[in-house]
């Protein structure tokens, strides 16, 4: 039987429009199928057999069902991205439980007259200076590292000062400037970094992060994406 021959009386029940029936399905992805198709056969069954539905407006109104299906068919499977993609941060994060990997920081653990540390340049710098500091911010140590490329630098420091005598393992700090063509490299192109220890793994909020500890620091918690690199 063809939409045109339906001969239910439109005064049965309440008259659905069309429009209704559009805006309905155009609802979010909240909207079921089964919502949608008892509508549309409600509006079928109260039509007015001498105004029946156009065929184009039906092919209009399963076109947006299409598209809400499509939607929550796509949420559904970015939730399940969503939830792989986590358990697959904490599988890898577990793996770094006590190595020491480098962290945004600017503290200097100095062992048995050896320290390493780090930095990140934004931009390529002519001149890269680093400064060491004691507990009292007094400068003990300067390292001039001339011209660097943009990206990753590994440090060492050997313990002395300036002048080559051997210091102790107090907490120590460490300042980067750097200059290039004369002109300042502005702090944000430059990150130092510090050598911590991986405690153990936070999961919050669907994010992944790394409780670790630097010298001298208390522990903190850091992303994944603020790993610039494992050391040991």
Known sequence: MSISSVTASPLAAPSVTPAAASNAASVSGTQTTDSFMQLL????????????????????????LNVV???????????????????????????????SVMVPGNSVQLT???AKMGLQLGQAASDVQVNILDGSGNVVNTQDLGAQAAGLQNLTWDGSTNA????????????????NAGQAVP???????????????????????????SSGD?????????IYEVIS
């Open 112 to 114: 048995n007259g050896s």
């Open 164 to 179: 080559g005598a051997s210091l102790g393992s107090p907490p120590y700090t460490f300042t980067v400037t750097a200059t």
């Open 69 to 99: 299906s499509g939607i929550n068919q796509l949420n559904t499977t970015l939730t399940a991205m969503a939830s792989s993609s986590q358990r697959s941060d904490a599988m890898q994060a577990a793996s770094l439980i006590g190595h």
């Open 41 to 64: 056969v409600a509006q079928i069954e109260n039509q007015d057999p001498t105004k029946p539905m156009d065929a184009s407006a039906m092919t209009a109104q399963m076109s947006q």
């Open 187 to 213: 702090t944000s192109a430059i990150t130092p970094l510090a050598v911590a220890t991986v405690n153990n793994v936070v999961m919050a909020g669907g994010v992944t992060s790394l409780n670790v500890t």
């Open 218 to 226: 208390a522990a903190k918690n850091v992303s994944m994406s603020n």
